[in-house]
């Protein structure tokens, strides 16, 4: 074959699928607070979860379990949780602008993500304890971590082509929230909670956050060296864009 | 509100999207050969990017960049980079069932993907080296990894959309290959190595490999202790499933 065929054109330009999954991906947008009354089908979370199912992983491991929440008190003392960890960051002057966790309290959809790091000796490793082996772990343990977000960033999209407004809510390393919702849900101490999903119909519109363009993050076949920052330019942004990139729209950055 | 009006249950009820996003998750399967002589397209590049750009970030802060690489001689090195690694851990004698890295050489879609961890100071962290600083950093670690994941899940499924074949190949951790890359493209030293991303029409049909039941994922409420894998059960797994479920089509396992 020299160049491309029609057929060849025509078979991996499935343009009509390719445009209904931007719709859903550009339609995924974050927000923090839903309709506390609304009330999730129950196959809907088993779509969603469908998805995350569907997602790949390190030597196909599959090493996540997710842990759909209905019960309102539970959903109340994790949102209390989080809002615990909120305030001692606040404490410690962090500068960080946290967003409110209140809305997760009352998320009429609510997922709790969990991953088996135990898993990590299924990847390449040593298992010998050696400066290598440590090295090749650090490794597995990315290679977790990537898959656990590859499944959930597919359960996320099937939520947003259902309708619904997300909020993808990082728990990882977190052991003291980690610690406290375990005995809530019943959490094997081998497990370790990653990330809560929470979804529902929207409180107020959702709207699009600021996003790079295109030719700042694409590069051909050397990295432009426009689309670097320098320190300076990163400490700078801290400082000057993030507060407006996190939580306003798109409309009303610059 | 009590319960769902007929009118949420239309708003937040679309399967027909719904469906069309799982038709591309699960045609998204891995295949590590691929046409040599397709083109891919360079709007084809854009489109995959252009789902990678929308995907959701820690603090919103983006932190990734995409290396399109087109030409044949760098191809050949990377992939031998990779077959270099895979001889390595052969002659450390880890076990793990590698695949073949030949493909990469020649995959019409390359993509490099790159991740900024400078931008784990935009994350909750002090910066000021105490012990619990530590403990946000490695929390901001990850969090920055998944965000990488979440954007490079999304260009996965853009491929898959078009109709390509995929191959998601973790670099991470991998040092030796990140600083033997680097100069070939002109990656900044400050920047990590995370990914290699193929695609392309392939060369054998690809086959759906082998998934957990949505039961053995999906918990309701409560951790399901059927669901728990012991750590002799962990090792049975990798001793007699492994190498079945990371090459077999899923019919032909168990």
Known sequence: MSGNSIADKKTFNNVVQYNALMKIAESRMTNRAFVPSYEVPKEHFEMI???????????NSQPWHYIVVTDPAVKQKIGDFFIK????????????PTPSYQGMKTAPGLIVILSDFRFIRAFPVLNDGSAMDLRYKRN???????????????????????GYAVWWSTAVGQ????????????????????DIM?????????????????????????????NFMTDAD???WIKNTRHKVMYRDRSQVD
Chains 1, 2 share one sequence.
């Not at 979860?49 to 030597?59: D, K, T, V, W, Y």
């Not at 960890?85 to 960080?96: D, S």
């Open 49 to 59: 979860l469908e998805a995350a199912r569907n997602a790949p992983s390190g030597a």
């Open 85 to 96: 960890e909120q305030q001692l960051r606040a404490k410690l002057r962090m500068g960080f």
């Open 140 to 162: 597995a343990e990315w290679i977790l971590l990537q898959s656990v977000a590859a499944s959930t960033m597919s359960a996320h999209l099937a939520a947003a082509a259902l």
């Open 175 to 194: 052991e003291d929230i980690g610690s406290q919702i375990k005995p809530l849900l019943g959490i094997p101490d081998e497990l370790s909670l990653i």
């Open 198 to 226: 929470c979804f529902g119909p929207p409180l107020k519109p959702s709207y699009k956050r600021w996003k790079k363009k295109l030719d700042e993050i694409m590069h051909w076949d050397r990295f432009n060296r426009k």
């Open 234 to 236: 990163i400490d700078s």
